[in-house]
DNA sequence: TATGAATGAGTCTTCATTCAT
DNA sequence: AATGAATGAAGACTCATTCAT
């Protein structure tokens, strides 16, 4: 007679109701813009458009709030946009990975989530190596398999992928990527990326095109 | 008790008192491990042997307190150890550079002024601007001068001497530096310092070391 | 949908209606183990088995639904379950009033009405004042009712018979109230109760068992 | 030449500075009145006239300033005001006793402690303890004691002097406390206080008075 | 100059209560 | 009648800053 369904109280709302992802949206801009220390959950809510309590319901705490943020960038925003395909060649796909990696470094609109992450990585080891795994070394891995594709192919002579992989990766990054960092330059325009990319997929072709 | 002495009486402290650098030194500890948020003025004053009342004394507030932090980070610690000598030929140049810019970005011991800085970039840009001048471009800069020295004395064969300067820079930091920020890893041994920077000096001179 | 009946439309629930008794089952657990500022309208909700809006329906608010529960206890488990007959004699009867009083007040299982209220009644006049009249002062009543009529039987002689009921009622509790409320002890095991219980009794009669 | 002296920063104030016994006035009132949760701190603040800052300098959280707040009300206001001289006739010690008990369980100018740490006392175990054991085990204690001197001196006979201690000790209570507690009754005149304890003293001598 | 006690604004968090469905 | 998402007022606690000594 006493018809208690204990899963109808205090449940935690849909994973993907548009409450959650309006909330999501709020918080990323306010802890991108000012770090999770400079954000308050009051000015997360105002920007949410939601009331400070509602932030409870759906995230337990400050830190889980912004735990889930930096997932949702590290799974949907921190993945190069780029299909590697290890038959095509190396100048060519090189170029299209240098390009996607400074559209995820540099975003325009401000608020970066690698500078927040940056930050809180002491304080937060776990969200810092879930970033590093996923967004960093994830990045790097995907294109040391394609270059050791390449090798195999005989268009390349590398010792060491791994490393080639990640040396490309912050060339790509050169006069780009810490302007817009330290100094809150705007995301370079499509013609400097382009110059610097190319610079870059020179310079690795002049050393790991040829047999030395 | 009326004999006033105009050089000790409304005057702020000394710039070199020894109370001052005891405060620099106690708030750059704090400061570098735990951000500008992390950090409180009551953990400076302990870690300093002060007491709270003394560092407003030198310092009318936290960020002018961390404005001179970062200052004194900009000025001494983050130049370069390199005499650049445009006699002196790339490689041996370009090897030393390479090594001791590690030896700033990734300085052991736990700490990261870099990190500090690009945390709080958005939010303090003149800091952020200064660091950058000084630190980022300032080095860059010299290299680039030293680079146009060389090509000038037909050793390397560069358009864009400020490019390859930042090309090499980035380059030198290949898996090491954002293993150390996001994974709170240790400064590299100098073993891995020398392999990857040797690759770096191989990798530049193989694209800027010949005509083409 | 348009079908109202008068007798379930905006009118208050059935004052017997099976919500409201496992609201009132519910939050009596809740109220009784954590106190009235310790309880929450969530852990009533989720223990009652309800949802939080449902309470609502059926108390107007926190402080009413406590009353409830106060009023409940007092009526329903503060009424000691003992017959006085005027007729039998004394030492029977005290000692079922003794067990019994103890029965009520170190009931088992955690969840102290009397130390619910007390802590309560200074910020809840008319809930102490109620418990007060009906539990305390109820049975006290009771009992002196009862020894007024063996005075009248010429068992006892007793000047002031309210006084006496309430000194035996207090001396049962001897060593055994205090500890259960203030340290937590399990309710006292019934051999120690009869022998406080007979000791309370050896006592008064002992006082009141012969003319002076 | 870095003359650190850690002492001179963070350091809890005296034991008993006047700003500490300024806040324990006022927080008594607070909690005694209002009970742990019905407290806030910004009432405590109020009423000991300083800010909610300055109570977290002499008290780490809530619950410790409220634990001091017990600590001195069992060691200096639960000590009953009484000589147990053992060579003293039981008639005149047990009334001092009765009336000094009295005196402290119905203190004068409202706020309880005894209610106040009986409500807290599930969720506070060691504070509920050692009220217990300092107030009212301590109390009794110290008279089983006396009363054992008198059995030796053949002035009582009592198999079980805790027992009997405990036995008076509520007596004495009779119709004085429970109104005080549950009905916010004033202080009970000594006029009253005198009968019922002279009656639990006439009580207790006709049952352990004479040899049974 | 140096101190450290004192402040109060601001932070995160909880929870009684409301209301659209 | 019943729900549970949403609210906002209030609470504990922190910390940059001030000031009398």
Redesign the pocket.
């Known amino acids: 007679m006493i ?1 208690t ?1 204990p ?8 994973e993907d ?4 992802r ?1 909330i999501l949206e709020g918080a990323r801009k306010v802890f991108m813009n000012l770090g999770f ?1 400079g ?7 105002r920007v949410a ?17 912004f735990a889930a943020i930096v997932e949702d960038e590290t799974v949907h925003r921190g993945t190069l946009n780029v299909q590697f395909d290890p038959a095509r060649d190396a100048e060519t796909m090189l170029r299209e990975f240098g390009q996607a990696w400074i559209a995820v470094v540099c975003r325009p609109g401000g608020g970066s989530a690698i500078r927040t992450v940056m930050a809180i990585a002491e304080r937060m080891p776990e969200v810092g190596h879930r970033y590093y795994d996923c967004v960093i070394e994830g990045t790097i891995g995907r294109l040391a398999a394609y270059l050791q594709a390449r090798v195999e192919a005989k268009e390349l002579f590398i010792d060491d992928c791994h490393l080639a992989a990640s040396q490309f990766q912050m060339m790509c990054q050169a006069t780009l990527f810490l302007p817009f960092i330290f100094q809150g330059a705007p995301a370079p325009p499509p013609h400097d990326v382009q110059r610097v990319v190319a610079s870059a997929v020179r310079m690795f072709l002049a050393a790991y095109g040829t047999k030395r």
Do not use: C, H, W
């Open positions: 018809e369904d899963n109808t109280t205090q449940v935690m709302p849909d109701s548009s409450k959650r309006q220390d954000a308050s959950m009051g000015e997360i809510a458009g939601v009331s400070k309590g509602t932030l409870y319901v759906y995230f337990s705490d400050k830190s889980r709030l």
